[in-house]
């Protein structure tokens, strides 16, 4: 079992940043591809950006690839977000995610935290 636990979410400005934690317990991550994903209220999750552990390489959505970078710290289990010039439309719950790297589903989740962006 792998426990994801986000943090870092608030209440920002339109252009400012912030950066989101998934810090993971449980196991080690070498095996495993994490994921951020983000909700808006009434609709699905969508993808936003994942890094494979092993060699810490990234995918982001097309909506964010200008904007955000993920990352991983080895030593303390923990992927980051880094989200900069956010705009009202990053308002939405973040997740992060968990699968074996084979596997085509994410199979551990977070609780997830809230990210506002208003002015």
């Known amino acids: 079992q792998v426990q994801l636990v986000e943090s870092g979410g608030g209440l920002v400005q339109p252009g400012d940043s912030l950066r989101l934690a998934c810090a993971a317990s449980?196991?080690?991550?070498?095996?495993?591809?994490v994921a951020w994903f983000r909700q808006f209220p009434g609709k699905e999750r969508d993808f936003v950006a994942s890094?494979?552990?092993?060699?810490?390489?990234?995918i982001l959505g097309d909506s964010v690839k200008d904007r955000f970078t993920i990352s991983r710290d080895n030593a303390n289990n923990t992927v980051y977000l880094q989200m900069n010039t956010l705009k009202p439309e990053d308002t939405a719950l973040y997740y992060c995610?968990?699968?074996?790297?084979?596997?085509?589903?994410?199979?551990?989740w977070g609780q997830g935290t809230q990210v506002t962006v208003s002015s």
């Open positions: 995610a968990a699968k074996m790297f084979y596997n085509n589903n994410y199979e551990y």
């Open positions: 449980g196991r080690t991550l070498n095996n495993y591809r």
């Open positions: 890094i494979r552990w092993t060699d810490a390489r990234g």
